[in-house]
């Protein structure tokens, strides 16, 4: 069954338009709540069987106890890859950032543990070896968010400011970032996030999440969605070295971000 995952949705004008200005989208209802949670139990069990972590909170950095995560795990499940390469979603990326085609560039598994960790304000561009910015993730929570499980908070419009673009995430890019943001003016946008609600964020937004301050987890999978035609840059740092290495896998500056890990959705 599909459901929703491969029907396709036109967005309207107006909300493109706040796309753009804000640096973020939220969708409320964009995919069925039952299909969310039908794809969510094997995200999870997969998430769960592959994670490495197993140092207990308390004796963890501040990164990892934000989150435990597993990436490209389309590639571990057909049910996932179903999820994953959903038509429904890769079609709003694409109308968001106006291109006629968009690859995946990986998916990446996020399970916030009962009393996890905030996760520090960062931008997730600083990681990846692109030539633009063409790219956009989606952030699909597999159960409802309220505020105390550290729903994705956005600040409004910061994709416009360079500040805090040379800082991996961690606590000094929690503090510099977040105190940088509000003394700017740019609002942090925080809200719940009902079963079937998306959120959309372009790779220069900066964002964060609180701690899970419940007795459950907070389950999300999230897909990196990445113009067709990008082309692979330089990388900056060790970061986007590595990810030019494991994700895009036989590429080099100058070519196309096209590895067999990357088909066009």
Same mark, same amino acid.
């Given at each position: 069954?599909?459901?929703?995952? *491969?029907?396709?949705?036109?967005?309207?004008?107006?909300?493109?338009?706040?796309?753009?200005?804000?640096?973020?989208?939220?969708?409320?209802?964009?995919?069925?709540? *039952?299909?969310?949670?039908?794809?969510?139990?094997?995200?999870?069990?997969?998430?769960?069987?592959?994670?490495?972590?197993?140092?207990?909170?308390?004796?963890?950095?501040?990164?990892?106890?934000?989150?435990?995560?597993?990436?490209?795990?389309?590639?571990?499940?057909?049910?996932?890859?179903?999820?994953?390469?959903?038509?429904?979603?890769?079609?709003?990326?694409?109308?968001?950032?106006?291109?006629?085609?968009?690859?995946?560039? &990986?998916?990446?598994?996020?399970?916030?543990?009962?009393?996890?960790?905030?996760?520090?304000?960062?931008?997730?561009? @600083? @990681?990846?070896? !692109?030539? %633009?910015?063409?790219?956009?993730?989606?952030?699909?929570?597999?159960?409802?968010?309220?505020?105390? $499980?550290?729903?994705?908070? !956005? !600040? =409004?419009?910061?994709?416009?400011?360079? !500040?805090?673009?040379?800082?991996?995430?961690? *606590?000094?890019?929690?503090?510099?970032?977040?105190?940088?943001?509000? =003394?700017?003016? +740019?609002?942090?946008?925080?809200?719940?996030?009902?079963?079937?609600?998306?959120?959309? &964020?372009?790779?220069?937004?900066?964002?964060?999440?609180?701690?899970?301050? =419940?007795?459950?987890?907070?389950?999300?999978?999230? $897909?990196? +969605?990445?113009?067709? *035609?990008?082309?692979?840059?330089?990388?900056?740092?060790? $970061?986007?070295?590595?990810?030019?290495?494991?994700?895009?896998?036989?590429?080099?500056?100058? $070519?196309?971000?096209? %590895?067999?890990?990357?088909?066009?959705?």
């Amino acid at each position: 069954m599909t459901d929703l995952l *491969d029907t396709p949705i036109q967005l309207s004008e107006a909300l493109v338009a706040r796309y753009h200005a804000q640096g973020f989208l939220r969708l409320p209802g964009l995919l069925s709540p *039952d299909e969310v949670a039908r794809h969510g139990e094997e995200i999870t069990r997969l998430t769960l069987a592959l994670n490495t972590q197993t140092a207990p909170l308390e004796d963890r950095t501040t990164y990892d106890r934000a989150f435990l995560q597993v990436m490209n795990l389309w590639r571990r499940s057909e049910a996932v890859r179903r999820f994953v390469f959903g038509k429904r979603l890769a079609g709003v990326a694409a109308q968001l950032l106006g291109v006629p085609r968009v690859r995946l560039y &990986h998916d990446q598994s996020l399970y916030k543990e009962p009393s996890g960790g905030m996760t520090p304000a960062h931008a997730d561009q @600083y @990681y990846w070896p !692109f030539a %633009s910015d063409r790219c956009v993730t989606a952030w699909v929570p597999l159960q409802p968010v309220p505020l105390e $499980m550290g729903p994705l908070a !956005f !600040f =409004s419009a910061s994709h416009r400011e360079a !500040f805090g673009r040379d800082l991996e995430i961690s *606590d000094e890019s929690e503090r510099r970032i977040s105190q940088a943001m509000h =003394s700017r003016g +740019y609002p942090l946008d925080e809200a719940p996030y009902a079963l079937g609600d998306v959120s959309f &964020h372009g790779g220069w937004t900066f964002h964060r999440a609180g701690a899970n301050q =419940s007795d459950q987890p907070r389950s999300v999978m999230t $897909m990196i +969605y990445m113009d067709a *035609d990008m082309v692979v840059a330089s990388p900056t740092n060790g $970061m986007q070295q590595n990810d030019l290495a494991q994700w895009l896998p036989g590429l080099a500056p100058g $070519m196309k971000a096209a %590895s067999e890990l990357n088909p066009v959705l």
